[in-house]
């Protein structure tokens, strides 16, 4: 965008790296997590650009946006090579019929492995194309970062260049839309946004015909209410921008279609038959989620009824294609989605909203095919420095998980590939970041079902609670530092079944963190215990959901995360757990 002159010199974008990240969370977590559009012009050519997510858990996002495309950049990282997810996403390109341009990225990293990495990609396309030509692909070779392409690997990686020879590549290899401008209009809504000035946009490549303001259209789901287009856009750079008319081939942004859902047909009145949607996959992890219900509920939150809740989580569908939500008794939600990331990343939202909840652990969704309880299972690729190969092979060892292959790669690392199910899957990211000190990458991709294997053992220790509710003191905390690791600092408000820590052995225990120490005439009362002692350990939202059990709830409000268990009272919990008589 920055080489085709899109910005003036003097925009701030000029200054800026990941210009389509805008989201607050995509900047701060480096990936990209909603899909979005933009058009550059190269050599008196239109060049429409949809940016999608990598990350497997956001692969919705790719499958409602691929059928806009004609074309398709592969980017692999020369060093990891493809990852798992590269297989599914290329699978579904090839299918649908798009020129794939693969482009060799990040050939600057030290363990990179060009060749390599391209006798990968070849594999994957022998694999999955479905025609001949499919397999007569280009391949350029890039460093994204300094913005250079190069039609070969280049004998000195710091010479100058642009990005002219993947622009010439785009322009030569992916083919024009097919311009049927003769026939009817017609288009799939791939994608909605909202503008407070001119209401709920849908967006979409034209399918068929051409579309111009004040045009009447309908839905194909319900051909007998009309609707009149009030506004046509189209990207232009980072914006939209009014179009007299759009015609077949162009994704066009449209005002004045109503309360529409994504996959659905727009088209002219009489027109009833719909153009195939966009295939989503299924969720494979759900949560429940509920009003708060501890001791501090309402304290935090600006929004915390189930009626608000409900309100917001149906806001989310009609974008999150990916995602399911139940309606469950005592207005509690059961919220489906692609992974442990993706649900996170709704709840972050939301929590940044002023929205306040609990949620219970993350439980894999089970299928019944042909009578077997199957779960599903993932194929992950694991890539860490060669001296952490044995804590790899003990982690997935204990996780059940079967290993498919392991190889080194370059000098200092080895990659592994495991396959083993998505229950066993889940606080893996987290867990070995931090074994490996954060040198680990790692990438899943669900691969299938399986029926349901063995109980995979607890992976943590026992909790240490909040016996009473108040403030946390000094002295109190001692005894929980004495006991294991503390989640608190002195001064934190806690209450009665708080999770503060993690025991040292199997067994959960109480404590009363809230207690002083008793003054005598020899001892001064100097202060009240409150000082700063730094907690052991911080969580962030995605470790606190991967340290739930299935007695244990996280609450979430905008300025706090706190775990606790789902009966507060120790007598409840003893109740809760005791066998109950034969009726």
Not at 234 to 257: H, P, Q, S, Y
């Amino acid at each position: 965008m920055k080489q085709t002159h899109v910005f003036r010199e003097n925009q701030e974008e000029m200054q800026q790296e990941r210009i389509l990240d805008r989201n607050e969370l995509e900047r701060e977590r480096g990936i990209t997590i909603l899909a979005k559009i933009c058009a550059i012009e190269y050599q008196d050519v239109r060049i429409n650009i949809i940016d999608t997510p990598g990350h497997a858990d956001f692969s919705g996002e790719v499958e409602r946006t691929l059928s806009m495309a004609d074309g398709a950049l592969l980017i692999i990282d020369a060093q990891e090579g493809p990852m798992p997810q590269t297989r599914y996403v290329l699978k579904m390109a090839l299918q649908l019929g798009l020129k794939v341009i693969v482009v060799i990225n990040k050939i600057d990293k030290r363990h990179a492995r060009i060749q390599e990495s391209l006798k990968r990609v070849g594999d994957l396309f022998l694999e999955m194309a479905t025609r001949d030509d499919q397999l007569d692909f280009p391949v350029l070779y890039a460093i994204s970062r300094r913005g250079v392409v190069f039609q070969t690997p280049p004998a000195n990686i710091d010479v100058e260049g642009s990005v002219k020879p993947l622009l010439d590549t785009i322009v030569a290899t992916v083919p024009a839309p097919t311009s049927e401008v003769n026939l009817p209009f017609k288009m799939v809504v791939s994608a909605l946004d909202y503008d407070p000035h001119i209401g709920r946009i849908a967006i979409g490549k034209v399918h068929q015909g051409s579309v111009v303001e004040g045009k009447k259209v309908v839905r194909t789901s319900k051909p007998n209410e009309i609707m009149t287009i009030t506004s046509v856009m189209v990207a232009n750079g980072l914006d939209r921008v009014k179009a007299e008319k759009v015609d077949a081939g162009d994704i066009v942004a449209l005002a004045g279609t109503g309360k529409l859902s994504i996959g659905e047909t727009l088209a002219e009145p009489g027109d009833s038959e719909a153009l195939v949607a966009p295939l989503v996959s299924e969720p494979t992890l759900h949560i429940t989620l509920g009003p708060n219900t501890s001791t501090f509920a309402g304290r935090e939150g600006q929004f915390s009824t189930s009626r608000q809740l409900g309100e917001r989580l149906m806001r989310e569908l009609e974008n999150n294609v990916s995602l399911r939500v139940e309606i469950l008794d005592g207005g509690k939600f059961k919220v489906s989605g692609r992974g442990e990331l993706h649900l996170s990343i709704l709840l972050e939202t939301m929590r940044r909203e002023g929205y306040e909840m609990e949620v219970g652990r993350p439980e894999v969704i089970l299928k019944n095919i042909n009578g077997v309880q199957s779960e599903p299972v993932e194929e992950v690729v694991i890539i860490v420095p060669s001296e952490y190969v044995g804590t790899i092979t003990q982690e997935l060892g204990a996780r059940f998980g079967i290993l498919q292959s392991m190889g080194p790669v370059g000098e200092e690392e080895t990659e592994f590939v495991y396959r083993l199910p998505t229950r066993a899957y889940l606080g893996l990211r987290n867990l070995l970041l931090t074994l490996t000190k954060g040198t680990v990458i790692i990438s899943s991709q669900i691969i299938g079902f399986e029926p349901v294997g063995q109980a995979i053992s607890k992976s943590r220790k026992g909790a240490i609670l909040a016996a009473e509710s108040g403030t946390a003191v000094e002295y109190g905390l001692r005894n929980v530092k004495g006991r294991g690791i503390s989640f608190i600092i002195p001064g934190t408000e806690v209450y009665e079944g708080m999770i503060i820590g993690i025991n040292a052995k199997d067994e959960d225990i109480a404590i009363n963190v809230c207690k002083e120490k008793n003054l005598t005439n020899h001892r001064s009362k100097s202060h009240k215990g409150i000082t700063r002692m730094a907690p052991d350990v911080e969580m962030s939202l995605e470790q606190a959901l991967d340290f739930l059990l299935d007695d244990e709830l996280l609450e979430i409000t905008p300025l706090s995360l706190r775990l606790r268990k789902k009966f507060l009272s120790d007598i409840d919990r003893r109740r809760a757990v005791r066998p109950q008589p034969n009726s």
